[in-house]
């Protein structure tokens, strides 16, 4: 039996416990309470959130006479306090910040305030990106930022925090009713590659009663902004056109591009002085651009011209020795002339090369010096090297260039006048093309403009970089969504989600293949009439999913069923026909289904994929927030609908220039697309005319020459040079022809600038600074001359009598498409038919294992009286290029009971002739070999 006294002893301690435990609960809880007043000292209802270490644990309104009481764990807080008169256009109150600990018992006083709403876009000329981050810090005119019992007044796009009220829109920030404020904007914005920071500074805003709203225009501000950018590109540009005029160029071109800035540039302070924002700033983005542009483009010319000269100087170096060496025999005469004729040219060229000047003068001099002795030693070198001994008796090909050489300077001496007259013509037709020709790339505003498409009106985007074959997504975050949709042209827009083309499916639904899925919202009516399709049910939403008829009876999934793809649950909400699907066109009349990657060659050969359209059981449509989970999924076309007062055209217009975007608007009168962009810039394009005359006058000289030297070329056939070996005289007097009149036309041309610029005539031409351009120059010289000699050749039978023997395709007809066709040289008895089959099938099989050509999928079959071999010929090395032929050899019977051979095959036209020649070779073999 316990003794009383254990037990009074437990009673006291079990009593002291319950008094402790009372105790621990009454002081482990805080309490947070008072009430909320305006300056005035009468009491506001309020929002009050609760912080823990910046992470929101709790949010409780006051009543209405602003008294709170809540009890929570003891610790330390921050107290956010804001409240808004929802009759008033703007916040009423300016929010307070408190930090407690433990507790709090007291009055917190909101100040009174108003709301500043920023109107417009914040757009820079220099990007087409919208700002990651925009923030707002409200300042007195010291420049401090006011502080509202323990608020900060600073805001942002992207709040977040204690100083987020998640009330306020993003563009109204929370000002000091009234009283004067100004305040800071910055941007963190991407340029180019680059995050970069841009801020002004809105000053004096009056802000209005208490609950006012006040709206200031951003455009005011960001535009300015912008002109200082396009101020200072044409600073820069004036400067270089300065100074690159002070080393010679020639920049017509150029000066005219910038007077076209300047006057976008006049146009947009018209547009701006009258608060038309928009096309303020579309003038002032189009100037920025061509000024821009031709900076870069004087940057290159200059940095091409600097490089050049050295390698101008080298070919000048080439082109008089050459010449030298075609004017005298004697070694020391040649190098006398040589002397004097680069002297000449280096001086004519100093004067009329702007990218002389650009280098000192010592180096300039040093350089001719130095090429002059490397081409001289290669000049007594390169003859040595071309002398090999015979160890078989007969003279090696290497061993005639140099006599051919001799004999084609010799010829083009004896024949002066026919050589000078193809000379100056060469020269003349250089000149041409090097003053009066011009090639260049710009960068601006693309335009294009067709028939109207039937069925929608408004405009559709994609991203810039776009294409079919790789699209790619537009990045439709939070402040993309925000920007179209309030552009005040816009009424509503639909987003259309799809995968990216597919080799392999994207997922299985019930272990049937789906290369396609598609994300639509109801607007997607608006534009495409899906619901047309529909054989039952409705357009997707949430969870639910669009499948074909003949899905739906492939997978035995019916309307209202559901099924799993992953772990998210999905219901069939409609079926859709296939034929009709398969009709539906998107905006641009392209199939709206997805496409797909797919194999065109036969299984086990080398993979050709080409696009298809995906086919309808192929294809599920499911509600854009669902699409656009899926891996590969994007969105990748947003479509329009524009506002009666606006223009859909000048609305695409303004999405390509000021976005970047591919944009494209369908009216009732056109259609039209846009675009920003690389664009090629031509002139000159007739100086084809007398270049087809010059060659033709080479090809009349060469033929006459042709039948002149019949004499010679019957000795030098009997001496042991074969028909080839004769052509390659006529064709080293060509090359010898072009390449000194190739490089006189240029010099002469460089020269014609000069003569443009002191008599003032503004021709706008890209001048030819580059090394580039004076090899180009060579080149035209040298194939108006090739060219002749060659077409002069191949139609005279004095040097090439078997031309006749050869054969050709006609490459007007067949591809991968549709078939070649070639008859094969051989006539056949019925008894020889399978002989000759199994001739070409016995050739085509040894084949099958060649290092480079090989053949492949060797069948015999028969279809009626007719008797096939179907084969692959295509080559195993990545040298020898694409070459890939299907082929079909056909042996049918003809009406005079012979049997005739055609082949047909698929392919790109040079490899078909390589294997028509093929087929053909074995055809003349068998005939030769089994028929003797």
Request: charged letters at 20%.
């Amino acid at each position: 039996m316990m003794s009383f006294r254990w037990v009074k002893n437990r009673a006291i301690f079990i009593a002291l416990l319950a008094i402790l435990m009372t105790q621990f609960t009454v002081l482990a809880s805080a309490d947070i309470s008072g009430s909320v007043i305006d300056a005035d000292g009468a009491p506001v209802e309020a929002i009050i959130r609760v912080f823990e270490e910046n992470r929101e644990i709790a949010i409780f309104r006051t009543g209405s006479n602003g008294v709170f009481n809540v009890e929570l764990s003891p610790g330390q807080y921050t107290l956010t306090v804001y409240a808004d008169n929802v009759e008033t256009p703007g916040f009423d109150y300016l929010p307070a910040v408190v930090e407690v600990d433990d507790g709090f018992d007291g009055e917190i006083v909101l100040g009174f305030g108003a709301t500043l709403r920023f109107e417009g876009d914040f757009q820079y000329i220099d990007t087409e990106n919208l700002p990651l981050k925009t923030s707002y810090l409200v300042q007195d005119e010291a420049g401090n930022i006011i502080e509202s019992n323990g608020f900060h007044l600073e805001f942002s796009d992207r709040p977040s925090g204690i100083y987020a009220i998640p009330e306020l829109p993003i563009r109204d920030i929370i000002i000091p009713a009234n009283r004067a404020v100004d305040v800071n904007v910055s941007n963190s914005i991407l340029v180019d590659s680059e995050v970069v920071s841009r801020g002004f500074i809105v000053k004096n805003i009056e802000s209005p009663r208490v609950g006012g709203l006040v709206e200031v225009d951003i455009r005011l501000y960001t535009i300015p902004f912008s002109q200082k950018i396009a101020d200072e590109a044409l600073d820069e540009l004036e400067n270089r056109l300065e100074e690159m005029n002070g080393y010679g160029f020639y920049l017509v071109k150029q000066e005219a591009a910038h007077s076209t800035g300047v006057k976008y540039i006049e146009d947009f302070e018209i547009f701006f002085d009258n608060l038309d924002f928009e096309h303020s700033f579309d003038s002032l983005k189009q100037g920025y651009l061509l000024i821009t542009h031709t900076n870069s483009e004087l940057v290159n010319m200059y940095r091409d011209a600097r490089f050049s000269v050295y390698v101008l100087i080298a070919f000048l170096t080439v082109a008089s020795l050459v010449t030298g060496y075609l004017l005298f025999d004697s070694i020391v005469t040649q190098v006398l002339s040589d002397l004097i004729i680069l002297g000449s040219s280096l001086v004519f060229f100093y004067y009329t090369y702007p990218g002389s000047r650009t280098i000192p003068l010592m180096n300039f001099v040093l350089s001719a010096a130095g090429f002059l002795a490397v081409f001289l030693g290669l000049g007594v070198i390169f003859p040595r090297l071309f002398n090999r001994r015979s160890i078989d008796g007969r003279v090696h090909t290497r061993n005639l260039i140099t006599p051919i050489f001799n004999m084609a300077k010799r010829s083009l001496r004896r024949r002066r006048i026919r050589f000078i007259l193809t000379f100056i013509s060469i020269s003349l037709l250089v000149m041409s093309f090097v003053t009066l020709t011009s090639f260049s790339e710009g960068y601006g505003l693309i335009t294009g403009e067709s028939a109207p498409h039937s069925g929608w009106s408004g405009a559709y985007i994609r991203e810039g970089d776009w294409k079919i074959e790789a699209p790619t997504f537009i990045l439709l975050n939070d402040a993309e969504l925000n920007w179209i949709a309030g552009q005040p042209e816009t009424d509503y827009f639909s987003s259309k989600a799809e995968n990216i083309p597919m080799r392999n499916p994207l997922l299985e639904l019930e272990g049937q293949p789906i290369y396609g899925v598609i994300g639509v919202s109801e607007a997607e009516q608006g534009f495409v009439d899906i619901k047309r399709t529909l054989t039952s049910g409705v357009l997707p939403d949430g969870s639910g999913v669009l499948i074909s008829d003949a899905l739906s009876e492939a997978t035995g999934l019916k309307l209202d069923d559901g099924f799993s793809i992953g772990l998210k649950e999905y219901t069939i909400t409609g079926i859709f026909d296939d034929a009709a699907f398969r009709q539906l066109k998107d905006l641009d009349d392209t199939a709206y289904a997805c496409d797909k990657w797919v194999n065109a060659n036969p299984e086990g050969e080398t993979p050709i994929w080409v696009l298809e359209e995906a086919e309808p059981n192929e294809v599920i449509i499911i509600s854009l927030n669902s699409a656009i989970r899926f891996p590969t999924v994007g969105i990748q076309r947003i479509a329009i609908g524009v506002n009666q007062d606006y223009n859909a055209t000048d609305y695409a217009e303004r999405l390509a220039l000021e976005r970047g975007y591919l944009a494209w608007s369908n009216t009732g009168d056109s259609y039209n697309s846009y675009r920003l962009g690389n664009y090629f810039q031509g002139k000159g394009a007739t100086l084809i005319i007398p270049w087809v005359i010059v060659v033709l006058n080479v090809v009349v000289t060469m033929l006459n020459s042709l039948y002149e030297r019949r004499k010679e070329i019957e000795i030098l056939s009997s001496v042991g040079l074969n028909p080839a070996q004769v052509s390659s005289i006529f064709v080293a007097e060509a090359a010898i022809t072009g390449f000194i009149a190739g490089g006189l036309g240029y010099l002469i041309g460089l020269g014609f600038y000069k003569g443009l610029a002191l008599l003032n005539i503004g021709l706008q031409v890209h001048q030819k600074v580059s090394a580039i351009w004076s090899l180009a120059s060579i080149g035209l010289a040298i194939s108006a001359v090739v060219t002749g000699a060659f077409a002069a050749l191949q139609n005279s039978v004095v040097i090439t009598p078997s031309l006749m023997r050869r054969w050709k395709i006609d490459r007007t007809t067949g591809g991968f498409q549709d078939p070649w066709k070639m008859d094969m040289p051989i006539k056949l008895e019925q008894a020889e038919v399978n002989n000759y089959l199994d001739f070409v099938e016995l050739h085509l099989r040894d084949l099958m294992d060649h290092t480079t050509h090989m053949t492949s999928s060797i069948k015999r079959v028969e279809k009626g009286d007719e008797k096939i071999i179907e084969f692959v010929y295509k080559s195993v090395q990545t040298t020898t290029g694409n070459f890939y032929t299907k082929n079909t050899l056909r042996v049918f019977p003809k009406e005079n009971g012979e049997y005739g051979a055609i082949l047909n095959s698929f392919g790109e036209s040079t490899w078909v002739h390589v294997v028509g020649s093929l087929i053909r070779r074995i055809s003349m073999d068998y005939s030769t070999e089994r028929r003797v």
